[in-house]
């Protein structure tokens, strides 16, 4: 019986070693061990030994089941991951096809250029305001010391609805409405906005184009005020190490007037292509708010003085990002707007 | 205007500056430099040759065989193909190693046979445009009007080797339209002095009052008229200076006459006239409205008819110039003029900008009326012209002038204090530099009590209150001195107001569910105006469209981002969605338009396209709808839907979007007809009036507690007549499920071949949920028969 058994462990173990597989491994488990298995059976010959005999073999049997049960636990965890790493082989992808994209949309880049602008001065406490496209002539001439007859109005070929009644040719009415409006009180306010000349649309020239104007009136503003924002909006926008310079210009709503270049940000002022090889870049029109503007809107020109600022977004945007044809901003071509998705940051 | 820096020099010292560094003064002190152009770029070696031969070419009829003295003694052959060349001239030649403009190098050659030893050239070969050119040498070379030393090199000869600085003036500077006016300007940016031409001549013994009589009865649009009469004038050719000069200010030279007039119009600023004595006719000068209808011929050949407002130039009788504008044909000085009148005058800017438009004729004269003239330059110029008739043409100048005036000549006093000007820079410049600058304009100027008051020149009409002595004092002191300060203004808050936050809101919503903002034109064509309009109106034309493509004020988003889908799937993008805000102009009950922000959305190809996943999704309404849907429960507001029709809309694939039961938009399919039309694909668009969403309040955002107690689904299976509508069932359920049921949702539609025909199967998932306890089988059950009796009734089957 002593013999039965070794032979039975032997057997099994042998059988433990070569499982290949989880079931293999289980089989053998019911085969040796289970309540119909060999070594039952000879438990159950027990009875017929010698009363001073079945310790022995009990103990002995005990060994036997002891030593197939670590085998096989030790085979079974073996087995287990071997199992484990074949199922993951198999699910293995090929990591590098595409991912799945996420629908995304964006801005139009000249809502980018208005809206990074906007943000600037917001945050210096500004507000945005807005009027319609279609304007009296007073607002978009008149109120802004262009006189019927007066000759700058020939910079601006407009559209007339009626005598009166035009598209208006740059955002500033909206800037003697708030005047108006606001009835002599200070003033902080951005503008911008779709604005309409008699232009042929080519290249450089779009017949409806943006704007942004910026306008504050208050007590004692002066043009170092004007020269200090303009500094801060160019290194907001074009990059920290920009110098701005004013050059001397007329505007019919503002006196003095200035003209604002930046220094290249291209070449940083050694001369380029993009800066026409003298080292600045022409952005804005500003001044200090003329005092005939003040006094139409019912300012008292004596006690608060102010400053304008405007600038075209689609001159803003082909410079920064290098954009050749201002005719890309109204086709909608998906592969030009597409190209405004990333963040600069 | 074009300053030849050569002739500036005649009244201001530039102290050698280079051109481009004289250039960039003047930009940087107000006046910009638009180009600095050299005149002799591309120019080398080239001479003055005299002509001592010239026969036709045997071999070629247009050739001519010419033998060129061109100095130290040599005679060169050069064959020529001019037809105005001629044996006697003066010519300039390019001889071999010469270069012209373009890069093009002279070389020794042969034509047919016979040996070239360089070029006789044209003006345009030197780089002259064709319309300055004499016309007489138009079509040929030119010929020198003098005789100069044969091998004279050309560039200085002719004025060549000069710079021309092109201005580009600011509608106030009128004063920099003359040379004297920019020789102001550098002398105040270099602080130099000015010299202005010195006028002399001889006069005749007998009085212009002897031969010419002078009337004005327009005193208001002509308060000042000089007119002088010279005689015995011989019409010829100007010598080169004269040329050279007119045509480096970008004038082409005429006749000494016309070119003396020009000239000082160059120099002055001063429009000049010069009538045929002879042609006149009546020995009178009558200046006066235009009567209506009345007709004249002026310079260019044209017959205008005149009226009332016009101010004309008459003999007395007729019209012989339209004033200030341009001179009549009828007393136009040609060749065998003897006697000439000049005219120098002051018109009032209104009248001459008036007559100028209605005649759609614009002048050099002209357009300097409508600026301004300088009301103390009338006489002087009148004056020079006497001289310069007198030196060029041989003129006769009668004593003294016949003179109308009635014209304010005085100096306008500004007064301006220091620290008014300081506090308006944010500056600290001191008394003496603003005397400094002052006394550099030339503008007379006495301090008293901390005043300043000046007498400001009359050429510069520009300067008229305290804040235009400012800009004078800053750009000539200089801007970069400004410092660089914040506005002391109390701080404000700022920021956007919310309707401007709603827009960008429902605009990153909208990017975020996949959309392109596009841009487009709000001036459309008659067709297009109202295609898709949600409450069409008249529509809005404008008075003087450029194209009939862009005339009308659009009433509809739509028209154009259809274009540019169309413009995209032209160029192979097949699949695009696009959204545009804009507005759309209504006509309203104000005289201005009625401008309403909308919002609209295209979408045409794929919407989800994961190919190598199998997974591609053509957009379809349902795309579109949930986007709308989506828009609104981000905007905090309720649509609903009701089914529709619209022109170009497919009927049965359109709905209206309606909020608080008005009608705000639509959504809809392109009708199958209008996408063939426009070459697109199936294609969805939305449009709704953004204004209205986003004006409307949405209520305050409360937290609703989130539950402990469990919802409890139950589904549904309807058999339905096709023709039913979801949102028709959906009533019905949630009408009769009461409090407990939470949502209901649609989960499945089957409309397939084992459906009987006209029928569909609809699937419902309803949740129940009490916020208070858990619902048992029973309370679920009493709701679920309610509903399922309701339905049963409403006539729908349960599957
Ligand atoms: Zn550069």
């Known amino acids: 019986m002593e013999a039965r058994l070794q032979e039975l462990k032997n057997e099994a173990l042998e059988k433990i070693q070569a499982a290949q597989t989880v079931k293999e491994l289980t089989d053998v488990r019911v085969a040796y061990l289970g309540k119909k298995g060999p070594i039952t059976d000879v438990l159950k010959g027990m009875g017929k030994l010698p009363a001073e005999e079945r310790p022995k073999m009990g103990a002995l049997a005990n060994e036997v089941r002891a030593e197939v049960t670590e085998s096989l636990d030790a085979r079974m965890v073996i087995l287990e991951e071997q199992a484990i790493n074949e199922k993951l082989q198999s699910e293995t992808i090929d990591i590098s096809l595409p991912g799945r994209p996420a629908k995304t949309g964006n801005p139009h880049p000249l809502t980018r250029v208005v809206e990074e602008i906007e943000d600037l001065f917001l945050s210096m406490g500004y507000e945005i305001a807005e009027g319609p496209e279609v304007e009296k002539d007073y607002y978009n001439f008149e109120a802004l010391n262009l006189p019927k007859g007066h000759p700058a109005r020939d910079m601006q070929d407009s559209f007339y609805i009626t005598e009166d009644i035009l598209l208006r040719t740059h955002t500033s009415p909206v800037q003697a409405r708030t005047m108006e409006a606001k009835g002599g009180e200070p003033i902080k306010i951005i503008c911008p906005g779709k604005v309409y000349r008699r232009d042929n649309d080519d290249a450089t020239h779009s017949h409806q184009f943006t704007q942004i104007e910026g306008l504050v009136v208050g007590e004692d503003i002066r043009m170092s005020d004007l020269k200090g924002t303009l500094s801060v909006f160019a290194k907001k926008m074009f990059g920290e190490d920009r110098e701005i310079r004013l050059r001397p210009s007329f505007f019919p709503f503002t006196e003095p007037s200035v003209e604002m270049d930046i220094s290249c940000f291209k070449c940083g002022g050694s001369g380029c292509n993009v800066c026409k090889k003298t080292g600045w870049i022409e952005i804005l029109g500003a001044g200090m708010v003329h005092p005939n503007v003040l006094e139409m809107a019912g300012y008292d020109s004596k006690r608060l003085t102010g400053f304008a600022f405007g600038m075209g977004p689609e001159r803003i945007a082909m410079l920064k990002y290098g954009i050749e044809d201002i005719r890309h901003f109204y086709t909608n071509d998906v592969r030009f707007l597409t190209q405004f998705q990333r963040t600069e940051l | ?799």
């Not at chain 2, 015995?232 to 016309?258: C, D, F, I, T, Y």
């Not at chain 2, 006495?446 to 520009?462: H, K, M, S, Y």
């Open chain 2, 1 to 799: 205007m074009l300053v030849s820096t050569k002739w500036l020099k005649e009244y201001v010292n530039t102290q050698d500056l280079p051109p481009a560094e004289l250039g960039e003064k003047i930009t940087r002190a107000g006046i910009e430099v638009d180009a600095v152009i050299d005149r002799s770029e591309g120019l080398a070696n080239l001479v003055v040759g005299y002509v001592t031969d010239c026969v036709k070419h045997p071999e070629a009829d247009k050739l001519s065989i010419c033998q060129v003295d061109v100095g130290g003694g040599e005679i060169d052959q050069i064959i020529c193909g001019a037809p105005n060349i001629a044996k006697g001239q003066t010519v300039i030649v390019a001889r071999p190693g010469a270069k012209l403009p373009g890069g093009m190098k002279i070389k020794k050659a042969k034509l047919r046979g016979e040996v070239s030893n360089g070029m006789i050239c044209s003006l345009q070969e030197l780089g002259i445009e064709t319309k300055l050119v004499p016309k007489s040498y138009a079509e040929g070379i030119y010929v020198l009007p003098e005789k100069a030393e044969p091998g004279t090199d050309v560039l200085s000869y002719l004025d060549l080797d000069d710079t021309v600085l092109e201005l580009g003036l600011t509608p106030n500077r009128a004063d920099a339209m003359s040379m004297l006016g920019v020789a102001y300007e550098v002398g105040a940016i270099l602080e130099e002095e000015v010299s202005l031409p010195e006028i002399e001549y001889a006069e005749a013994a007998d009085a212009a009052e002897s031969m010419l009589s002078l009337e004005v009865d327009a005193p208001e649009a002509n308060p000042l008229y000089v007119a002088k009469v010279v005689r015995n004038v011989k019409v010829k050719e100007s010598p080169l200076w004269l040329q050279q000069r007119l045509m480096a200010a970008g004038v082409r030279p005429h006749n000494n006459v016309v070119d003396v007039t020009n000239y000082i119009l160059m120099e002055y600023g001063q429009p000049l006239h010069a009538f045929d004595y002879d042609s006149l006719g009546t020995g009178n000068i009558t200046v006066r409205q235009a009567k209506e209808g009345e007709k004249i011929t002026t310079l260019d050949d044209t017959e205008r008819t005149l009226s009332a407002h016009h101010l004309v130039i008459t003999n007395g009788k007729d019209p012989v110039a339209l004033a200030g504008v341009m001179g009549g044909a009828n007393s136009e000085v040609s060749d065998e003029t003897t006697t000439v009148v000049i005219e120098s005058a002051y018109f009032a800017s209104d009248s001459i900008r008036r007559t100028s438009k209605d005649h759609n004729l614009r002048s050099d004269a002209s357009s300097r009326y409508e600026k301004g003239v300088d009301p103390n330059r009338v006489i002087p110029a009148a004056e020079r012209a006497a001289q310069l008739l007198a030196q060029l043409a041989d003129g006769e100048v009668l004593k003294g002038s016949l003179v109308f005036d009635q014209l304010d000549k005085q100096e306008r006093i500004v007064k301006v204090s220091p620290d008014f000007i300081n506090s308006r820079l944010g500056m600290k410049i001191r008394l003496e530099d603003m005397l400094d600058i002052l006394s550099r304009l030339k503008f007379k100027t006495e301090a008293v009590n901390n005043q300043l008051i000046i007498e400001v020149p009359t050429r510069r009409q520009d300067i008229q209150i305290e804040e235009d002595v400012v800009e004078e004092i800053a750009r000539l002191y200089g801007y970069d001195e400004i410092p660089a300060t914040l506005p002391r203004t109390d701080a404000t808050p700022g920021g956007l107001s919310p309707y401007q936050a709603k827009r960008r809101i429902a605009r990153h919503f909208l990017e975020g569910a996949g959309l392109l903002q596009a841009t487009t034109y709000s001036l459309t064509s008659e067709a297009a105006a109202t295609q898709f309009a949600l409450e069409p109106t008249e529509t809005t034309r404008l008075l003087m469209p450029m194209s009939e493509e862009r005339s009308i004020l659009r009433q509809s988003l739509l028209p154009h981002l259809l274009e540019s889908l169309s413009y995209n799937t032209a160029r192979r993008t097949d699949s695009a969605a696009l959204y545009e805000t804009g507005s759309v102009f209504l006509k309203g009950q104000d005289e201005l338009l009625d401008e309403q922000e909308h919002l609209a959305i295209v979408m045409t190809g794929l919407w989800l396209d994961h190919s190598w996943q199998g997974e591609k999704k053509a957009v379809d309404f349902f795309v579109a709808k949930g986007i709308v849907e989506g828009l609104a429960d981000k905007l905090g507001l309720e649509l609903s839907f009701e089914r529709g029709e619209m022109d170009g809309l497919h009927p049965g694939r359109t709905a209206f979007v309606l909020l608080d039961g008005k009608r705000i938009g639509v959504i809809g399919a392109l009708h199958p007809s209008e996408q063939k039309k426009r070459d697109l694909k199936e294609t969805i668009v939305v449009e709704l009036n953004l204004a209205t969403l986003l004006t409307r309040e949405t209520e305050a955002l409360v937290y609703t507690q989130v539950s402990r107690y469990p919802t409890i689904s139950r589904d549904i299976a309807l058999v339905l007549s096709k023709i039913v509508e979801a949102q028709t069932i959906e009533d019905v359920i949630r009408k009769a499920g009461g409090k407990l049921l939470k949502d209901v949702r649609v989960f499945d539609l089957y409309e397939g071949e084992r459906m009987e025909e006209g029928k569909k199967s609809l699937a419902f998932s309803l949740r129940y949920f009490d916020p208070e306890k858990t619902l048992t089988d029973e309370e679920v059950n009493a709701a679920h028969e309610k509903i399922i009796k309701a339905l049963t009734e409403s006539g729908a089957e349960l599957r």
